[in-house]
C-alpha cells in the first residue's frame, strides 16, 4: 500500500507541473492585460497536435519538433492578441466571453483536420528510474525537469530581467509604469505571446505522455486557473505549488475513489479556498396563428426549440444582463431539473406539472445553497463565474457516474407523455408538432412576462444598481446579498422550467445537458439577441436554432459558429441584434 501511494505522489507531483505551466500562463496574462484566457488551455492542445504532427507527420526529430510547436503556438497567441484580446482589455467578463469563443473556433478547426480520433505520438524516451522502488518512465522525469527548469526560468526572469521588473511595475501601477517609458502594448503583447508559449510548452511534452484529442484542453485550462486561484493569482511559485496540490490530490485520491472523480478534486479545492410594457406584449399575438399559415414541421420544429431554449436565455438573461453576474451554474440548472422531473415522475408516480414544480423546487433550493455561500463571500466576477462553473462541473460528474439512477453516460429514453388541461376537451396528452408548438409558445410567454415584472420592479432597479457598482448600492443602503441571491435563484428557476419541458419534448436525457458547451450556446443566445431587454435572449435562441437548419452544418461547424459569434458578437455589436435595432431606430 506505501509503494502504491509513494507512486500515485510521484505521478501527481508530474502531472500538477503541466497544470502549474498553464496557471502560470493564466497568472501572467491576467496581471498585465486584465483577462483570464480560457484558450490557453485550447493553445496547449495546439501545441500538442503540432508537436505529435511535426514529429510523426513530418519526421522531424522530438527535440526540434518541440520549441518549432511552441514558436508556432506563439505566433498564434499574438495573431489572437493582436485581432481580439487587445479590444477587450482590462475587461474581464468581455475577455473570459471572447476567450470562451476562441476555444470553440479552435477546437472546431482541429476537429476538421484531424478528427475526434485519439493520436499517439511513436517518439517515446525508452528506459526507467526507480524511486525507492517505485519506477518512473524516463520520458515522465525528463518532461517533469524541462516544466521545473521553464517555471524556474520564468521566475529568474521576471525577477532579475529589465522586462520582468517592467512586468511587475506595470501590474501594480500601469499609468505610472508608462510615464517611466515602459511602452504598454509592446508589454501586453509580449506577456500573451509568451504566455500561450508556456501553453504550447504543457501541449508539446503532454503530446510524449499521453494521447492526444482535441477535448485536452478543456481539462487542463480549468485545472490551470484552478492552480492559480488556489495561491492567489500573481505569484509564479504559487502557480507551481498549486498545480502539484491539484496533481498530488488526484494521484492520491485514486487511489481510494474511481478514477472518475479526478476532475472533481481541483473543483473541490477552488470551492473550499474561495468561500471566503403591454405594446411588447402584442407582438406574440402573430405567434398564435402560425401553424394556422403553415403545417410545416421543420419551421414549427425550430420555433419549439426557440421557445423553450429561449426561456432558459431570458432566465439567464436575468443573472446575468440584469444583475452582473456571470454564472455558469445555469446549463447545471437546466439539466439537473430535466432528470429530476423525470426520475420524480418515475419513482413516485406523480404528474408532469406536479413533477416539474419538484424540479423547480430542487433547483431553487439548490441555488439558495449555492447562491448563499458565493455571495456571502462576495464572489463576483471572474471568482464568482468560476465557482459555479466548478459547481456545474461537479454536478455533471455526479450525473454522469451515478449509473444507476441517472444510467450515465447512454442516458435515458423514455415515453411518457405530458398532459394538459383544454377547456371543452378536458386533460388531453401533449402529443404532435402543434400541441408542443402551443405549449412551449404559452410557456415562453409566461417566462417574459413573469421576468419583464421582475425586471420593472423596485427588485429590478436593486439589480441594475448592483449591476452597475453593487459597492456604490450597498452604501446606499441596498442588500446587495439578498437581491444578488434572488436573481440567481430567479434566473435558475426558470432554467429548471426549460429543462423539464426540453426534456419531454425530445424524451431523452443525458449529462451534456450539463456540459460547458451548453453554457457557451446559453451566453451565445444571450448576448446575441441582447442583454438591455427582456425577450431580447429570445431572438437569439431562433438564431442559433435556426442556423442549423437553414444551413446544413455538422456538430464541429456548429460549434464553430458558437465561437465565431461569441467573439464578433462581443467585438461588432455588443449590444445584440434587438441592442443594434433600438439604437438604430432612437438615431432615427
Known amino acids: 500500500m506505501l509503494q502504491l501511494v509513494v507512486g500515485q505522489l510521484l505521478n501527481g507531483i508530474i502531472v500538477g507541473t503541466l497544470y502549474a505551466i498553464i496557471a502560470l500562463g493564466v497568472t501572467l496574462t491576467f496581471g498585465i492585460t486584465g483577462i483570464v484566457n480560457f484558450a490557453l488551455g485550447a493553445f496547449m492542445m495546439l501545441g500538442a497536435y503540432f508537436t ?21 503556438v506563439a505566433l498564434a497567441g499574438l495573431l489572437a492578441d493582436q485581432v481580439l484580446f487587445r479590444f477587450t482589455r482590462n475587461n474581464l467578463i468581455n475577455g473570459l466571453i471572447v476567450s470562451i469563443g476562441l476555444i470553440s473556433v479552435i477546437v472546431a478547426l482541429v476537429l476538421m483536420v484531424w478528427t475526434t480520433t485519439p493520436q499517439n505520438m511513436h517518439y517515446v524516451l525508452p528506459g526507467v528510474f526507480r524511486v525507492g522502488g517505485v519506477i518512473v518512465p524516463r520520458m515522465k522525469a525528463v518532461v517533469f525537469v524541462v516544466l521545473i527548469v521553464v517555471i524556474a526560468l520564468t521566475y529568474a526572469a521576471l525577477m532579475r530581467t529589465w522586462g520582468g521588473r517592467a512586468a511587475y511595475a506595470y501590474a501594480q501601477n500601469p499609468e505610472a509604469a508608462a510615464l517611466m517609458g515602459v511602452r504598454t502594448n509592446v508589454l501586453q503583447a509580449g506577456v500573451a505571446a509568451y504566455s500561450t508559449a508556456l501553453a504550447g510548452v504543457g501541449g508539446a511534452l503532454y503530446s510524449s505522455l499521453y494521447s492526444i484529442t482535441p477535448e485536452i484542453g478543456g481539462g487542463y485550462i480549468l485545472k ?94 436575468l443573472i446575468f444582463g440584469f444583475t452582473g453576474q456571470l454564472s455558469l451554474f445555469h446549463a447545471a440548472a437546466f439539466g439537473l431539473s430535466s432528470y429530476a422531473t423525470y426520475l420524480s415522475m418515475f419513482h ?17 433550493l439548490l441555488s439558495v445553497v449555492i447562491g448563499a455561500i458565493c455571495f456571502r463571500f462576495k464572489l463576483k466576477e471572474l471568482y464568482f463565474a468560476i465557482v459555479t ?50 405549449l412551449s409558445l404559452v410557456a415562453a410567454f409566461l417566462a417574459v412576462v413573469v421576468y419583464a415584472r421582475v425586471v420593472h420592479s423596485w427588485m429590478g432597479r436593486c439589480f441594475a444598481s448592483i449591476r452597475l457598482n453593487d459597492q456604490l448600492a450597498d452604501t446606499l443602503g441596498i442588500d446587495v446579498f439578498r437581491y444578488k441571491l434572488i436573481s440567481f435563484v430567479v434566473g435558475n428557476a426558470g432554467a429548471a422550467v426549460a429543462g423539464s419541458l426540453y426534456t419531454f419534448y425530445i424524451s431523452y436525457v443525458d449529462p451534456n445537458y450539463l456540459s460547458i458547451d451548453q453554457s457557451l450556446a446559453i451566453i451565445a443566445m444571450a448576448l446575441l439577441g441582447g442583454r438591455e431587454f427582456v425577450a431580447a435572449p429570445i431572438v437569439g435562441a431562433l438564431v442559433l436554432t435556426a442556423l442549423p437548419h437553414v444551413i446544413a452544418v455538422n456538430a464541429e461547424a456548429r460549434l464553430l459558429i458558437y465561437g465565431l459569434i461569441l467573439i464578433l458578437t462581443i467585438l461588432l455589436m455588443p449590444r445584440g441584434i434587438v441592442g443594434l435595432i433600438a439604437r438604430r431606430r432612437r438615431a432615427a
Do not use: C, H
Open 52 to 72: 505529435w504532427y511535426l514529429t510523426d507527420g513530418v519526421g522531424i526529430p522530438y527535440p526540434i519538433a518541440v520549441p518549432l510547436a511552441v514558436l508556432a
Open 224 to 317: 490551470g486557473v484552478e492552480a492559480a486561484i488556489l495561491a492567489g493569482i500573481g505569484s509564479v511559485m504559487g502557480s507551481l505549488a498549486g498545480g502539484i496540490i491539484i496533481g498530488v490530490a488526484e494521484g492520491v485520491g485514486s487511489i481510494f475513489l474511481p478514477s472518475a472523480y479526478n476532475d472533481a478534486y481541483g473543483l473541490v479545492f477552488l470551492v473550499l479556498i474561495r468561500l471566503q410594457p403591454m405594446k411588447a406584449y402584442l407582438l406574440w399575438i402573430p405567434l398564435l396563428f402560425v401553424p394556422a399559415v403553415t403545417q410545416n414541421n421543420v419551421l414549427l420544429t425550430i420555433l419549439i426549440f426557440t421557445f423553450i431554449l429561449g426561456i432558459l436565455a431570458v432566465s439567464f438573461n
Open 348 to 364: 413516485w408516480g406523480i404528474s408532469f406539472w406536479l413533477a416539474v414544480l419538484v424540479a423547480v423546487a430542487f433547483v431553487s
Open 389 to 438: 462553473l466548478a459547481i456545474s462541473e461537479l454536478a455533471r460528474l455526479v450525473v454522469l457516474n451515478w449509473s444507476s439512477f441517472t444510467n450515465g453516460t447512454l442516458g435515458i429514453n423514455f415515453t411518457i407523455t405530458p398532459t394538459v388541461w383544454i377547456p371543452g376537451r378536458g386533460v388531453v396528452p401533449v402529443v404532435g408538432t402543434t400541441m408542443w408548438y402551443y
